[in-house]
């Protein structure tokens, strides 16, 4: 199964459901069982900090559920695009997000 860690945090994903739960452990956020939610609560609790995230052991995600696994890949590198633009005030990034996958 896949591992996510955000300093003594851990969870386990395999499918669309336990992504979303998973992530709900270690970045603040309050989704419902979507993908969309998810960005929107991802990308709001995350303005003004910076961020790594490492999830190890994504195999089993990508192998049980390759569509899914897709998606969720998707919304990390959009959150962290999101992240990445200028802030409102032009004074610098909006955040910073880094997500480290293996496995």
Do not use: C
Request: net charge negative; aromatic share 10%.
């Amino acid at each position: 199964m896949g591992s996510w860690s955000r300093g003594s945090t851990a969870a386990r994903s395999t499918d669309k459901e336990s992504f979303i739960r998973a992530v709900a452990q270690v970045l603040p956020t309050d989704p419902e069982m979507s993908f969309d939610a998810l960005y929107d609560s991802i990308t709001n609790g995350l303005v003004d900090r910076e961020t790594v995230l490492v999830y190890s052991g994504a195999s089993v995600f990508r192998k049980s559920a390759p569509s899914e696994y897709a998606t969720a890949m998707k919304l990390l590198q959009d959150v962290a695009d999101y992240l990445a633009l200028p802030d409102l005030d032009g004074t610098g990034h909006r955040g910073v997000f880094r997500v480290f996958v293996s496995g």
